[in-house]
């Protein structure tokens, strides 16, 4: 019995090392990295699109971003705590957090000052458990004037985010500087195709149309993830070993 237990163990180790249980990729945020219910749809969250690029037996996506969280909010409904308590070492924990967080006069806000310390909790509590925090500051709105200038609406908080990465030594996705390039590559006209824009009658779930400057459609969802797995092997991350080539990504839908 003692040597079937030792047997049992040694091949217990064996296959966790070998790479046979999966890394989880946890992602917390908000609505533009969501996974989105039927009602919703085409409105599709970039990390919905991020399980395609890897090679499933070594990393699985697990999304736990929500429409309209905040730092503040996904700390207080104990959706982080969820995340926490099931961390292993060697997981990773993808961040992003802002469009909710700088809403003043409501439940969501959290200033400056306290999104930074949030983040600074988030990073703590991750590596507590061994695992590995990413921070990504938030994706861009689709926003131009009437010159046709391109407007950025985050304020301060993206540059929080840069500082707490900075300071605490944190790989960080500058999802806000990219995705600016991304709309401004497409143009005014051509950026809708990668937002929530509908005519009316063209889809049931919007009857009278939508004009969503904030939410994106499946490519554009799509675009933003082909960003964050740039930056992943730009950062020569260790999950940069499990991505899959090119031509099997786009074969998977």
Same mark, same amino acid.
């Given at each position: 019995?003692?040597?079937?237990?030792?047997?049992?163990?040694?091949? #217990?180790? %064996?296959? +966790?090392?070998?790479?046979? @249980?999966?890394?989880?990729?946890? #992602?917390?945020?908000?609505? +533009?990295?969501?996974?989105?219910?039927?009602?919703?749809?085409?409105?599709?969250?970039?990390?919905?699109?991020?399980?395609?690029?890897?090679?499933?037996? *070594?990393?699985?996506?697990?999304?736990?971003?929500?429409?309209?969280?905040s730092t503040r909010s996904f700390i207080e409904e104990k959706r982080w705590q969820t995340i926490v308590e099931k961390l292993r070492a060697g997981d990773?924990?993808?961040? *992003?957090?802002?469009?909710? !967080?700088?809403?003043?006069?409501?439940?969501?806000?959290? %200033?400056?000052?306290?999104?930074?310390?949030?983040?600074?909790?988030?990073?703590?509590?991750?590596? !507590?458990?061994?695992?590995?925090?990413?921070?990504? @500051?938030?994706?861009?709105?689709?926003?131009?004037?009437?010159?046709?200038?391109?407007?950025?609406? /985050?304020?301060?908080?993206?540059?929080?985010?840069?500082?707490?990465?900075?300071? /605490? *030594?944190?790989? #960080?996705?500058?999802?806000?500087? *990219? %995705?600016?390039?991304?709309?401004?590559?497409?143009?005014?006209?051509?950026?809708?195709?990668?937002?929530?824009? #509908?005519?009316?009658?063209? /889809?049931?779930?919007?009857?009278?149309?939508?004009?969503?400057? +904030? /939410?994106?459609?499946?490519?554009?969802? !799509?675009?933003?993830?082909?960003?964050?797995i740039t930056s992943i092997r730009q950062l020569k991350l260790d999950l940069s070993r499990y991505l899959k080539k090119a031509s099997e990504a786009n074969? +998977?839908?």
């Open positions: 019995m003692r040597y079937l237990s030792v047997l049992f163990f040694l091949a #217990l180790f %064996s296959g +966790t090392s070998s790479g046979k @249980t999966p890394i989880t990729i946890y #992602l917390a945020g908000d609505s +533009t990295m969501a996974e989105k219910t039927p009602d919703k749809r085409p409105e599709t969250g970039w990390g919905e699109m991020l399980q395609k690029y890897f090679k499933v037996a *070594q990393v699985k996506v697990e999304n736990h971003a929500k429409n309209g969280r990773y924990v993808f961040i *992003q957090f802002g469009h909710n !967080d700088q809403k003043e006069n409501s439940d969501r806000y959290a %200033s400056p000052a306290d999104y930074g310390k949030n983040l600074i909790r988030f990073i703590n509590e991750v590596r !507590d458990k061994k695992a590995i925090p990413i921070l990504l @500051t938030p994706v861009m709105r689709r926003r131009f004037d009437s010159n046709g200038v391109f407007q950025d609406t /985050h304020g301060e908080y993206p540059n929080a985010v840069r500082a707490v990465a900075r300071e /605490h *030594q944190v790989a #960080l996705i500058d999802m806000h500087r *990219q %995705s600016e390039a991304v709309i401004k590559r497409y143009g005014i006209e051509e950026s809708k195709k990668l937002f929530l824009q #509908l005519k009316a009658g063209e /889809h049931p779930n919007y009857p009278n149309g939508v004009e969503d400057n +904030t /939410h994106f459609s499946p490519l554009g969802a !799509d675009e933003m993830a082909k960003l964050v074969q +998977t839908k």
